[in-house]
C-alpha cells in the first residue's frame, strides 16, 4: 500500500518520463528528417557515427532514467543522479539536432564533459587543497572538551 507521497513522486516520476521520452522522439524524428532532406551529405561517414553516437546515448539514458523510477527514486530530486542523465539526454538531443548544421557542434559534448568534470571533481579537490587546515581557537576548545569526554567515558566503561 503506498502513500500520499509515494504515490505523488511515481505521480510525477511519470510526467518526468513522459516528458523525456517526447525530447528523445522529437530529437531523433528532427534529426533524421533535417539529415535526410537538409544536409548535403545526409547520412554518410562522420555524420551516421554522429547520429549513432547521439541517439544512442539518449536512448541509454532514457532506459537508465526508466530502471530508476522503477528502483522507486524521485527523478525530480535535485541532487540525484537522474539529474545528470536529463542533462545528457538534453545536450544529445541539442548536439543531434545541431550537427546537421555543422559537425562542430558535436564538441559540445566534450566541452560539457569537461564543465561536469571541473565542477564536480577537480574545483572542489582544489578548493580543498588550498584550504586552511588550522582550527579556529573555539574550535580546539570544542575538541579538546570532546576528546576529554571520550576519555571520561572510557574510564567509566572499564
Do not use: H
Not at 44 to 60: E, I
Not at 75 to 103: F, H, N, P, R, W
Request: glycine fraction near 6%; charge should be positive.
Amino acid at each position: 500500500m503506498a502513500n500520499k507521497s509515494e504515490k505523488r513522486m511515481n505521480a510525477t516520476n511519470k510526467a518526468v518520463l513522459e516528458f523525456f521520452l517526447r525530447v528523445v522522439g522529437i530529437a531523433l524524428a528532427l534529426s533524421l528528417l533535417l539529415r535526410l532532406f537538409v544536409c548535403e551529405n545526409g547520412l554518410s561517414g562522420w555524420r551516421l557515427l554522429s547520429f549513432l553516437w547521439n541517439s544512442g546515448s539518449m536512448g541509454v539514458m532514457y532506459v537508465l532514467l526508466l530502471k530508476s523510477a522503477d528502483a522507486n527514486t524521485d527523478l525530480s530530486l535535485a541532487d540525484s543522479i537522474s539529474v545528470y542523465m536529463q542533462d545528457i539526454i538534453y545536450v544529445a538531443a541539442g548536439v543531434s539536432v545541431l550537427s546537421c548544421l555543422s559537425e562542430y557542434f558535436n564538441f559540445l559534448v566534450f566541452g560539457f564533459c569537461g564543465f561536469k568534470i571541473w565542477s564536480m571533481f577537480i574545483g572542489p579537490w582544489l578548493a580543498s587543497r588550498n584550504a586552511p587546515t588550522e582550527l579556529s581557537e573555539a574550535d580546539k576548545k570544542r575538541a579538546d572538551k570532546k576528546q576529554r569526554q571520550q576519555e571520561r567515558l572510557q574510564k567509566f566503561q572499564r
